[in-house]
């Protein structure tokens, strides 16, 4: 088999100068080449060897590629010219092609050495590629999947918050219907007539004590229901009996429901400022006869539509639809929660001051070196002093109240309290507990515990300031506590 090279016309070479002549037309179609040599690609006038054909050798390096294996390229070897002598055809140009001892051609090297070189490598360059695509695919993959956790958790909670909004909501409308419903039976309900007259002779007249010299100063209370038109002082409003009491409470229920059925159905400025003087009045009636230790007991043990005494006090469902139906603002709940907090501190404070009092006295009386005379006037002193501990712990109480009665809730939310609580009357201390579990507040053994490190005395004297404003003015609309802090 004989080397072509491309593109020369053997029988038109020529040697004038020493350079290479060739015919480009030529085409020796009866000759089928094995390896083909393309000249076009070496580079511009190359001296030739010999004088023939054959002699057509380069001093240059000649890239030999066969076509048969296009796709085993690998390491290229020099051959030397010789070599080409025993592939070549037989021609008048072996001679010179044999003095070509020192040209040399790029072979591709076909060796076993190679081929386990190439194969290493490609492999080796295969295994680095797979891994690389798999670190890449195994990263997009925990992107995905954590862009996919936070959206799912996005929705949760999303889908929580909604669930939680319209649990809240299907109370209040639960609520709202419960207040519907007894306002809608308050309505209905005929007042009972008449009200016996108080005398000295009645068990409760003179029950109170020293609770009653601290509101003297107060002014009489007005009774404005339908056709009670009338003027109440504090001492006979102190000595009403269950009965009176219950009469009174319920036909101010009855009419406050009447207004705020009204005020459901359409805005009326002349039935608002009626509800608002109807509860202030109940309120004040309220708080008033509650001074006498007696009532308190009987009011809150009682319902007042029959004024009958109960054997179980409402539960911690009542006190939860009550905050329901209030439907408290934020700043409302941390007012409440901040009275909750001052009065524990304040009657754990006075609870304190009784316990030295009680040890002192204890201690007065075992000293035997003082004579009778000089123990009794200490154990006075120190009664005189226990009593008023104990009216100042009562008054803790009736502070409270009016705090949240006249200031941290509106009329119309205390209007709404009064209603739904019917027939009856809810405990402070009570509803403000329930307040603190549902908001997850410190616990009441905390608080106490607290007490002694932190008496809240600023706090405490801030609050009387807050409590007296209501002496002179009335407020419809919710006063902060804090604020005045």
């Keep these: 088999m004989c080397p072509v090279l491309y593109g020369l016309n053997p029988e038109a070479v020529t040697y004038g100068n020493g350079e290479l002549a060739w015919d480009p037309t030529y085409n020796n179609s009866t000759t089928e080449p094995t390896e083909v040599i393309d000249w076009f690609a070496l580079p511009p006038a190359p001296t030739l060897l010999g004088s023939g054909l ?35 055809s037989s021609g008048a140009d072996s001679q010179a092609l044999a003095t070509a001892s020192n040209t040399h051609l790029d072979m591709p ?43 799912v958790e996005a929705q949760l909670a999303a889908t929580t918050a909604q669930l939680e909004e319209l649990r809240s909501r299907q109370q209040q409308l639960e609520a709202r219907n419960v207040l519907l419903e007894k306002i809608s039976y308050l309505s209905r309900k005929t007042p009972p007539a008449g009200h016996a007259a108080l005398d000295e002779s009645h068990p409760n007249y003179g029950a109170y004590s ?36 219950s009469a009174l409470y319920t036909d101010y229920n009855c009419e406050i429901g009447a207004c705020l059925l009204q005020l459901t159905e359409r805005q009326d400025n002349e039935v608002q400022a009626r509800m608002q003087v109807l509860t202030l009045e109940a309120i004040s009636l309220t708080s008033r006869t509650m001074l006498n230790p007696a009532n308190h007991r009987a009011i809150i043990n009682a319902r007042l539509d029959d004024a009958t005494p109960v054997s179980q006090k409402p539960g911690k469902a009542f006190y939860q639809g009550l905050l329901m139906a209030l439907n408290l603002s934020q ?132 609050f009387l300031q807050y409590v007296a404003k209501f002496d002179s003015g009335t407020w419809y609309e919710y006063v902060p506590v804090l604020h005045h802090q």
């Design 54 to 88: 054959g002699s057509a050798i380069l001093r240059d390096e000649i890239i030999v590629q066969s076509p048969r294996q296009p796709d085993r390229l690998g390491p290229t070897w020099k051959a030397p010219a010789s070599s080409l002598l025993e592939n070549a």
């Design 109 to 151: 090297c076909t060796s076993d050495d190679g081929t386990r070189q190439q194969n290493s490598t490609q492999s080796r360059y295969t295994t680095e590629r797979k891994l690389a695509k798999n670190r890449e695919a195994q990263r997009r993959f925990r992107q995905r999947h954590k862009a996919r956790s936070h959206d």
């Design 210 to 245: 020293a609770a009653q010299s601290s509101v003297q100063h107060l002014p009489s209370l007005t009774i404005s229901l339908p056709g009670q038109q009338r003027t109440m002082s504090m001492q006979e409003a102190s000595q009403l009996s269950l009965q009176q009491f």
């Design 331 to 462: 700043a409302q709940v941390q007012d409440l929660l901040f009275l909750r907090r001052l009065n524990l501190t304040r009657r754990c404070t006075l609870s304190t001051e009784r316990k030295v009092l009680l040890h002192q006295m204890a201690a007065s009386e075992a000293e035997a070196l003082n004579h009778r005379s000089d123990n009794l006037q200490v154990v006075s002193l120190m009664a005189a002093q226990l009593q008023q501990i104990t009216a100042e712990d009562r008054q803790v109480y009736y502070k409270l109240a009016r705090a949240l009665y006249r200031g941290v809730l509106s009329s119309r939310q205390l209007s709404e309290a009064m209603v739904h609580a019917y027939p009856h009357i809810a405990v402070v201390e009570t509803l403000l507990e329930t307040l603190a579990d549902d908001k997850g507040a410190p616990s009441k053994d905390q608080i106490v515990a607290a007490a002694p490190m932190n008496p809240m005395t600023a706090e405490w004297e801030a």
